[in-house]
């Protein structure tokens, strides 16, 4: 079956049969899948910009040396030779005290009574066993600061790559990484390096004690170790792509599930959770066929293995039997204890080297994660940092502005050019898909802008580090964003504001009662994205964040789409004193994305886009009044027979004021009525006060 919902690669269907498939079946299966996804690459090379969710990268083939290294390179090349040397020394030393045993043993019957056979003996006892403790402590030390220092890359990288990523990629695959694959660095990894060279010397050191004892066994050993190698190399093959197909094939359930339990309340009121129970052990049983045919060819290795290593058993004892009159019978013996020692621990190695390669594929992901492409640098490089005191202003220009979200997707805006003063406010409308949150997002370099300017100040801001950029830009968000920690971290993430200005600030968005109920007041615990909060009180915790910043540019992008009319208002009505207060403001720039045409009535301009062009520039009551006008239209059409009652809820005018009768003056310009007598011109906006004309000549502020 496929995980369309995914834009996962096709995986091969599972036919019943009644024997059990061979590792020469699983290979073809494995080669037939990656020719297919080559292919499938190939023919849709062009495409891959247009993708809404792009295929999960898979490696193919064996994991490369450059894993290895960049593993090594985590642990650190001094760890690596200390520990290696640990290793080879313990051996040599282990091998001393074979041969010392046997050199007993073949001493006559009075040197044997001497102590100083048991006085080395304990010495070289004592001594690997200091050399083992020294190995394993620096080893497992090593390969879980290995893993930190891989997840904190991981981290470091995952955070700053393009935005485009997180569009391409569900979470669910990034959860896999984070979890899964971090799982198996964290525990598997170090047991299967360690017992695998713990396993190689040892099995090196038993070959060359029995090569020494007995010289006759070396074609058998290299027999053997031709076996053993065959073996692995067929079971390796098939084992690891199907260990990357069941990585790549768990993603979309962390993704499906995610998904189901943001959407609980949905699916069970339309009565659908049939359907998603379906689609999601449809997913568990695509892994677990993966996961099931991985542990099934252990069983099949674990067969292969034994019977090698019981031909090779069967081999040395008759080789010891015909050499008996020609060897030394302590010789022999230790020929034969070796051989069985040496071929359990050559089984233990193929076992553990073929783990650890499996295993090594979580590395791989997790080092595709830490070779992302990342955003514009942090600091501006090469002296181009803005100028001292910049910027002094809000100031804003954009200049034949071109923006897309990524390679091979069309233009999300399409040479925009305009210019907003500082201490202007201003509101962006268009319809769904005509650029309004695009135009912030290149604002804040979150997209890329692939021709024209924008300027902030006089600076073109692509040429300043994100850090000095992003720190005079505020945004408060359609969806509120809150983080575990304090009210006090919340509201004031730098620390640089006392406990006056913070309950000035919570007072000013009315929610300085709210927050002084709570246990600890500003220190109050804040729970996981607030959900001690409403989340009105959320959206408004995010306004008192931003206007504490002390940010030329404030950026409401829908800020109001998901609350009530009453927070909405409450909201409006902060920005709008946050705006009016010049000894405050010093120059900065409030940009409004509106759902809620009154929400912008008081702007000083509009901005209408559409298709990620600007189409009308002015002020509101200038747009309003263009008689066939795109924002007149919406206007209209949002507001037909109502337009005086959403001024008054607004708060802009008073119930059967003059003011609340401009808004019906230009909706009957754009119905083709007549204006009342009484009133003569369009409103006006004068000192972020409704205004307008009548036939007395005098102007009345409201």
């Known amino acids: 079956g496929t995980v369309g919902q995914e834009g996962q690669e096709p995986a091969a269907e599972v036919e019943d049969k009644q024997e059990e498939p061979s590792v020469d079946e ?72 074979e041969w010392w045993l046997s050199k007993w043993a073949r001493a006559d019957i009075y040197s044997q009574q001497r102590t100083r056979w048991l006085w080395v003996y304990g010495m070289l006892t004592g001594i690997v066993i200091v050399l083992a403790f020294i190995r394993s402590a620096v080893f497992f030390e090593a390969t879980t600061s290995t893993a930190t220092s891989i997840h904190n890359a991981m981290v470091h990288r995952v955070l700053r790559t393009p935005l485009s990523f997180f569009h391409t990629n569900p979470s669910g695959r990034i ?3 984070f979890s899964k694959d971090q799982g198996q660095v964290d525990d598997l990894l170090p047991l299967y390096i360690f017992d695998a060279l713990q396993s190689i010397f040892p099995a090196l050191g038993a070959i ?38 069941e990585a790549v094939t768990r993603s979309p359930i962390f993704t499906c599930f995610a998904t189901n339990m943001k959407g609980l309340a949905t699916i069970r009121g339309y009565d659908a959770a049939e359907n998603f129970d379906t689609a999601f052990l449809k997913l568990m049983a695509q892994n677990g066929s993966w996961a099931f045919a991985y542990h099934a060819l252990s069983r099949w290795i674990g067969v292969r293995l034994d019977a090698v290593a019981g031909t090779t058993l069967l081999v040395a004892s008759l080789l010891a039997m015909a ?123 979150l997209i890329d802008v692939v021709h024209g300017r924008i300027l902030l100040d006089g600076v073109d801001i692509a040429a300043v ?11 408060i968000p359609q969806d509120p964003v809150l983080f575990s920690g304090t009210l006090r971290s919340n509201l004031d993430p730098w620390g640089a504001h006392g406990d006056e200005a913070l309950w000035e600030m919570l007072q000013a968005v009315q929610l300085r009662g709210a927050v002084a109920a709570m246990p600890g007041g500003l220190d109050a615990a804040m729970a996981e994205c607030g959900g001690n909060l409403s989340v009105g009180q959320r959206q408004l915790f995010c306004l008192a964040r931003a206007l504490l910043q002390d940010a030329k540019v404030l950026a409401l992008d829908e800020a109001t789409a998901s609350i009530d009319r009453a927070t909405d208002n409450l909201i409006q009505s902060a920005v709008r004193d946050f705006a009016h207060r010049d000894h405050e ?68 005018a008073a119930p059967g004021s003059r003011a609340a009768a401009v808004t019906e003056v230009a909706e009957g310009v754009y119905l083709g009525r007549e204006a009342p007598a009484a009133l003569v011109g369009p409103a006006a906006l004068e000192g972020g006060r409704l205004a307008w004309g009548y036939d007395e000549g005098k102007t009345e502020q409201v």
Not at 63 to 83: A, E, F, M, N, P
Not at 344 to 361: D, F, H, I, P, S
Not at 465 to 475: C, E, F, H, S, V
Request: glycine share 10%; with cysteine; proline share 4%.
């Open 26 to 97: 699983a290979l073809a299966k494995c080669r037939t899948l990656a020719s297919t996804e080559d292919e499938a690459g190939k023919t849709a090379g062009t495409m891959d910009g247009a993708k809404l969710v792009q295929s999960e990268d898979r490696a193919v083939g064996s994991v490369s040396w450059g894993v290895y290294g960049d593993y090594c390179r985590h642990v650190g090349l001094l760890t690596t030779l200390v520990i290696l040397m640990a290793m080879v020394s313990g051996q040599i030393v282990f091998m001393l005290t």
């Open 175 to 177: 959860v896999n990484r």
């Open 208 to 245: 060359i004690l029995v090569a020494m004892a007995v010289p006759v066994t070396l074609p058998v050993i290299l027999l053997l170790a031709i076996a053993f190698y065959w073996v692995r190399h067929r079971y390796i093959a098939a084992s690891r792509e199907m260990k990357r197909w």
């Open 323 to 445: 050499m008996r009159d020609k060897v030394h019978i302590g010789g022999i013996a230790l020929a034969l204890t070796q051989t069985v020692q040496m071929t359990g621990l050559m089984q233990w190695v193929v076992r553990r080297t073929a783990e650890v390669e499996n295993t090594m594929t979580s590395v791989e992901r997790m080092l595709s994660y830490i070779e992302l492409p990342s955003e514009a640098p942090r600091v501006a490089e090469g002296g181009g940092s803005p100028p001292p005191g910049w910027p002094k202003s809000g100031a804003i220009t954009y200049q034949d502005v071109t923006a897309v979200y990524r390679p091979g997707l069309p233009s999300v805006l399409r040479d925009l050019s305009f210019s907003l003063a500082p201490g202007t406010s201003c509101g962006v409308v268009g319809r769904t898909g005509s650029g309004k949150s695009s135009l912030m997002l290149t604002l804040f370099r």
């Open 465 to 475: 580090g994100l850090d000095a950029l992003r720190r005079q830009l505020a945004i």
């Open 585 to 652: 403001i010093h120059g900065r720039v409030l940009l409004v994305i509106a759902h809620r045409i009154d929400t912008i009535l008081d702007t000083d301009r509009l901005l209408v886009l559409a298709a990620g062009q600007l189409v009308e520039s002015g002020r509101p009551e200038e747009l309003i009044a263009q008689r066939g006008g795109v924002f007149a239209g919406m206007a209209a059409a949002a507001h037909v027979g109502a337009m005086s009652s959403t001024v008054v809820a607004a708060g802009l």
